[in-house]
Nanobody
Framework: QLQLVEFGGGLVQPGGSLRLSCVAS????????VGWFRQAPGKEREGVACISTRGQATIFGDSMKGRLTISKNTAQNTVWLQMNSLKPDDTGVYYC?????????????????WGQGTQVTVSA
């Protein structure tokens, strides 16, 4: 059974850091692109980061580059999203995503399945 389970969300002060984990089962990270999307209150879901089958990382959005790092361990079937210098605008539900494509994309339609999401709240 294909499954994605996220961990690591929570409440953090502005300027703080969080590390999100996504444990995949039922498929191999060596054959599948995986990414992270987030959905802020009242907004559409948007792609924030993606990692290829070969481990090439892509961060979407100039505001996120330099603050976010995506990585994976294929043997552990786990993908991580390290988020630093967090801002209140980073607040939202973060979803791990299994792509149906063999390229990175910010489009929801390119995602085959989702995790249940983990809440990230950046607030003083």
């Amino acid at each position: 059974q294909l499954q994605l389970v996220e961990f690591g969300g929570g409440l953090v002060q502005p300027g703080g850091s969080l590390r999100l984990s996504c444990v995949a089962s039922g498929f191999s990270l060596s054959r599948t692109y995986v990414g992270w999307f987030r959905q802020a209150p009242g907004k559409e879901r948007e792609g924030v980061a993606c990692i290829s089958t070969r481990g090439q990382a892509t961060i979407f959005g100039d505001s996120m580059k330099g603050r976010l790092t995506i990585s994976k361990n294929t043997a552990q079937n786990t993908v991580w999203l390290q988020m630093n210098s967090l801002k209140p605008d980073d607040t939202g539900v973060y979803y791990c995503a299994r792509y149906r494509t063999l390229y990175c994309s910010t489009l929801v339609r390119d995602v085959a399945s989702w995790g249940q999401g983990t809440q990230v709240t950046v607030s003083a």
